[in-house]
């Protein structure tokens, strides 16, 4: 570990801190209605879209017409997906190198992977997808799912506040203005800051060239940088390469590697202070943000202890580094990044749900490895996605509502509403079907030599580790990988599929129920019973619940994998 | 339930005319006009040929030149197959290669500790970079190769150090196209070392300073 590397890790943290207030506070104005600075130009845009589209902008849903609307949106726009993909040779437009369908099962996955902002990607892009498909199969998916995660946060949060009513918005509304006034704006600025950099944005065929000594290279190109920005902002992940942000042409320079990564939490942190302003309780807000914050904070500093350290079995390498070299475990790391950014990079991305990497995780250590896997594990609610961080935190707190209620015997509150029978019920359904559908499908597959087995590219309890990664990935919406596990089978394709709708609407339901529920409520006026729900102790407790009903679900297939890997690789055994 | 298909269909087709097609349009016409050369993937051309990109590696194997770090990608710096090796830290394929890779070099270069990037395949299997370190320890076989003494050579390789962004961000590095130019520069006598920028392949693609 070097100075500069925790100096990169301060700066990041203080630019992150400092954008919470503003980011909240906008994305306030925005998620209520209210008038923005940008109004005069995308006001007209958002009436004719509500117009184009059929929607009644003023007319507010109750909470299963808001989930009926949400998978119906999402249905149509994955079966868009599919038949894009299936047809791209067929379609006219933006697919120079001719490359051909995507077979039905991987464009099945692949379908599934952008709609649940999972991104999982089983296939090489750059010889797989064409333009088009990027574009308007893939990255429109991005603005897509992150904006669904920010609607049903939203709706999340009204629920909350609102008292008696039947009501938690418009579902149409709340997704329109999230990609009008958020998104949208954001990436414009962000995508040309990239091209600054570097990353390439044209519509061209490949570029043959022909190298100093002679070889031949096909320099793969295409519409990069207004893909990056919204696959990094929206917390989604998918590259549009397949070595993903660690390739030169997705993220060039140290600089966008600081802006990749402040913009994976940029809006998760923001929600934090959207959610203390929206239910008028800013203190609960800073609480939920120092929370993720003191996460966050011991994940990187294992990852990258861990990724310093150099690898004991080699013999005649400078791996205690110097001021002109970065020591440690550069398997599958650039230079330009090094250890500190590198493990920076891969704390932040599977704290959220984003899973862009710019290193290979499979090539990390085992320690290292354990964590990036364990932040997914943990439900992705440190930060978060895009506004699944924010409804996923929520249900840990209700739990710790619950948990602290039942430490003194009394009905447990949250901010004013009486957290009740079904509320509990509907948040541990969401604890529930999370590692339930994790560790049954690791199961099945490490026991199926010939579905399971064969696509591994690693023996021992690496192994295991790739498969309990895939699922743990899918179902948690990540979509970074142990990437060397063959991912592009049937089976996998299939399965893979599945759990991530499984992980992704499955958990949204429920929370819309939840949503539905506490909008219905009364609110209770606080007495000197309830529990605080701001201030270090709750704090505390958050951390607590997450970890224990996170972290200890995992915890046995965790020492068959990545700790049984560390002490095995200790003793000198290897694979 | 028949209007909330209807409604998701035509929102669907709307939004993804507007952020599948037009957006990206939008910034490809933006990119275009504001940044050209980045917008067309930092080509690098010689006598008028596209020789590769200053921001992806390509193969070097003679002793002439400097090499990259090895790669991953397809059969080897392949730009439409890019990857790492994934291979676990506990795989004995990594160890061997490494170790392999490691005992070839210390042959050619007694003594020296190999700089781990040498050694080890990146991430994209494309970085253009190596650490400057692992530049350095490369110049007396290139001198050697070459017939130009070691002292010219490694001020060639300081002149392309590129630092730290910012003074903090990243790590400090040397692109390995750019530098194996100027190392055919020197050699044929037209040496405009230290070429600034400008120079006739000095098209960096970011927009940092050149030192």
């Given amino acids: ?575 | 339930m028949h209007s909330i298909w209807k409604t998701s269909i035509r929102f669907t087709v709307v939004t993804a005319l507007l952020l599948g097609v037009a957006y990206p349009l939008v910034i490809t016409g933006m990119a275009a006009a504001m940044f050209p050369h980045q917008a067309a993937g930092s080509l690098v051309l010689k006598d008028g040929k596209v020789i590769g990109s200053s921001l992806l590696a390509q193969s070097f194997t003679s002793d002439r030149y400097f090499h990259p770090r090895p790669s991953a990608a397809g059969n080897g710096y392949d730009p439409t197959s890019s990857g790492g090796s994934n291979l676990a830290q506990s795989n004995k394929t990594l160890v061997a290669r490494i170790q392999g890779d490691i005992d070839k070099l210390a042959a050619a270069n007694p003594g020296k500790a190999v700089p781990i990037d040498l050694v080890t395949t990146s991430g994209s299997g494309l970085d253009p970079d190596i650490t400057p370190d692992a530049a350095l320890y490369q110049v007396p076989r290139v001198a050697k190769a070459r017939g130009i003494n070691e002292e010219s050579l490694r001020s060639l390789v300081a002149h392309h150090v590129t630092e730290r962004q910012l003074g903090v961000l990243g790590e400090s590095r040397v692109n390995v196209l750019e530098l194996n130019l100027d190392v055919d520069q020197l050699l044929n006598g037209q040496a405009k070392w230290p070429s600034g920028p400008g120079g006739k392949h000095e098209q960096l693609a970011s927009g940092e300073p050149v030192e």
Wanted: charged share 10%; hydrophobic share 50%.
């Fill in chain 1, 1 to 575: 570990m070097t100075t500069n590397g925790w100096l990169q890790f301060g700066l990041f943290s203080a630019i992150l801190l400092a954008s919470v207030r503003p980011v909240g506070a906008y994305m306030a104005r925005v998620l209520e209605g209210r008038g923005t600075w940008l109004d005069p130009i995308l006001r007209p845009i958002e009436r004719l879209i509500y117009k184009a589209s059929g929607v009644k902008a003023h007319e507010e849903m109750n909470w299963r017409e808001y989930a009926f609307a949400m998978l119906g949106f999402s249905a149509v726009s994955m079966l868009m997906t599919y038949a894009i993909e299936r047809l791209q040779l067929l379609l006219p437009l933006w697919n120079p190198q001719k490359l051909v369908a995507v077979g039905p099962d991987l464009a099945w996955s692949t379908a599934a992977s952008f709609t649940t902002n999972t991104n999982w990607q089983s296939y090489v892009p750059e010889s797989t997808m064409s333009y088009l498909t990027q574009m308007v199969g893939l990255a429109y998916h991005n603005f897509g799912s992150a904006a669904v995660g920010l609607a049903v946060a939203v709706a999340l949060i009204r629920g909350i506040k609102r008292t008696e009513s039947k009501t938690i918005g418009n579902f149409w509304v709340d997704v329109t203005r999230s990609f009008l006034y958020i998104l949208v704006p954001a990436c414009v600025l962000y995508a040309l800051v990239l091209v600054w950099q570097g990353v390439p944005q044209n519509l061209h065929a490949y570029t043959a060239a022909t190298g100093l000594e002679g070889t031949a290279q096909s320099i793969a190109q295409g519409p990069v940088a207004s893909q990056e920005a919204i696959k990094m902002l929206g917390t989604n992940g998918g590259g549009f390469f397949n070595a993903n942000s660690s390739h030169p042409f997705e993220n060039p320079t140290p600089l966008t590697n600081m802006i990749q990564m402040l913009s994976i939490f940029l809006i998760p942190a923001g929600l934090t202070y959207t959610l203390g302003r929206m239910t008028g309780s800013p203190g609960h807000g800073w609480a939920v943000l120092a929370t993720m914050f003191v996460l966050f904070t011991v994940g990187f500093s294992v990852v990258y202890w861990a990724e310093s350290h150099p690898h004991e079995l080699i013999h005649g390498a400078a791996q205690t580094g110097s001021l002109t070299a970065p020591a440690g475990n550069m398997e599958g790391k650039e230079v330009r990044f090094g250890i500190a950014s590198t493990s920076l990079f891969a704390t932040a991305t599977t704290d959220a749900s984003c899973g862009a990497v710019n290193g290979m995780h499979d090539s990390f250590t085992p320690l290292g490895g354990l964590v990036v896997l364990t932040n997914i594990m943990l439900g992705e609610v440190v930060f978060g996605g895009v506004g699944a961080g924010m409804y996923g935190i929520l249900i840990f707190v209700v739990q710790a509502v619950f948990i602290a209620g039942l430490m003194v015997g009394r009905t447990p509150e949250y901010l004013g509403k009486k957290i009740e029978a079904y509320d509990v019920k509907m948040s541990m359904l969401y604890v529930l079907i999370f590692p339930l559908i994790i560790l049954s499908l690791t199961a099945v597959f490490v026991l199926s030599p010939q579905i399971g087995l064969s696509s591994l590219n690693n023996q021992g309890p690496h192994g295991l580790s790739e498969i309990l990664y895939a699922f743990t990935s899918a179902v948690g919406n990540n979509g970074s990988a142990f990437a060397g596990l063959n991912a592009n089978t049937w089976w996998y394709n299939v399965v893979l599929g599945w759990a991530m709708l499984a992980g992704r609407f499955l958990m949204i339901v429920p929370v819309l129920a939840l949503a539905g529920n506490l909008a219905l409520k009364k609110s209770v006026p606080p007495s000197p019973g309830t529990f605080p729900v701001n201030g270090a102790m709750f704090t505390v407790l958050l951390t607590g619940t997450i970890l224990i009903l996170g972290a200890l679900t995992f915890f046995p297939a965790l020492s068959l994998g990545p700790i049984l890997e560390h002490l095995l690789l200790k003793s000198g055994q290897l694979f």
